[in-house]
């Protein structure tokens, strides 16, 4: 059965999504997933995963809630092969992080997971310091285009990544970042027509955190090794 992420502006109050969901079943469609992207001003920001028994009842659906009073159909697209729950996504995404055993490793299962779960166009790893991106996935920008981005955005205030990218004042909609402390890397990645929400800004500076702890993890020799390096 045709499978479909429609993602909606939706009043935040009592009734609003049941009368979403309303609209989609009267198009004969099945609401098989909800996942919140974002909250404030009173409305809410929801990508709901919709089977249809045609592909051709799309833009019916998007007529019908549209018309809910109060609710904007901001995006809809074919979903993944396989729609799996946000939720689980991303402990597969930490579990796979903490497993891996070379910083190289660490970096490329980042960068992929990253634009995985994400839908993302390109994502990258990048050491200012360095001449290149450490690793890609697509075709990002230029390295110029990438540093001056990121030294334009909150890095200038000395804030954290994880604390702007938690209020979603990362700059472009369509670009998200998350600074790796330790590492002295950033993570950074686009998404053409779709904007990033402050969940998916949030759950990326989550990941960043994650590949931060296992960097130093890895670079780190444990303490048994380093005394007997000290003992005659």
Known sequence: MP????????????????AVASRIGAVRGDLVGID??????????????????????????????????????????????????PRLDALESAALLVEQGTVGALLD?????????????????VDLGAPAPLVTVGAPPPLSWLSAFIKGSAFVAGSRASVVTSAG????????????????????????????RAR???????????VDHRWVELVTPPAGIRRATVMP
Do not use: H, K, N, Y
């Open 3 to 18: 499978t479909f992420v429609l993602r909606v502006w939706v009043p935040d109050r009592p009734g609003a999504l049941g």
């Open 36 to 85: 919140i992207l974002e909250r404030g001003g009173g409305r809410a920001i929801d990508e709901l995963v919709v089977e249809l028994p045609d592909d051709r009842l799309v833009p019916l659906l998007v007529s019908e809630v549209g018309q809910v009073d109060g609710v904007d159909v901001e995006d809809v697209r074919p979903a993944r092969e396989a729609v799996a729950d």
């Open 109 to 125: 299962a980042l960068a992929a997971r990253a634009s995985r779960d994400f839908g993302a166009d390109w994502a990258a790893v």
């Open 169 to 196: 004042d990362t700059g472009p909609d369509d670009v998200a970042w998350a600074e790796m402390e330790a590492a002295s890397a950033v993570i950074v990645l686009g998404r053409r027509g779709v904007p990033l």
């Open 200 to 210: 998916e800004r949030q759950q990326l500076a989550v990941l960043a955190r994650i």
